[in-house]
């Protein structure tokens, strides 16, 4: 019997918000963007984006895992 847990969210991790301006769990997500603007390399067209949400101001950043 776990406790009063109303939705278990599997992809929650505590983070630093900075609109928050502390650490806050956001939904972790992985999306694939394509850039809509062809001026960029080809092979960054298509680019996994790792993207967060701030539980609690809801503030959505995405953020590109290839840079190095
Ligand atoms: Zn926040």
């Known amino acids: ?7 278990p969210r599997h992809n929650e991790f505590v ?10 769990p956001h939904q972790v997500s992985i999306e694939i963007k394509t850039e809509s603007r062809k001026r960029e390399n080809r092979e960054f067209s298509r680019e996994p984006y ?5 539980s609690r101001c809801g503030d959505r950043r995405a953020q590109r895992m290839n840079d190095a």
């Open 50 to 54: 790792r993207v967060t949400q701030c």
């Open 1 to 7: 019997m776990s406790k009063s847990k109303s939705s």
């Open 15 to 24: 983070e630093e918000c900075p609109t928050c301006d502390s650490r806050t």
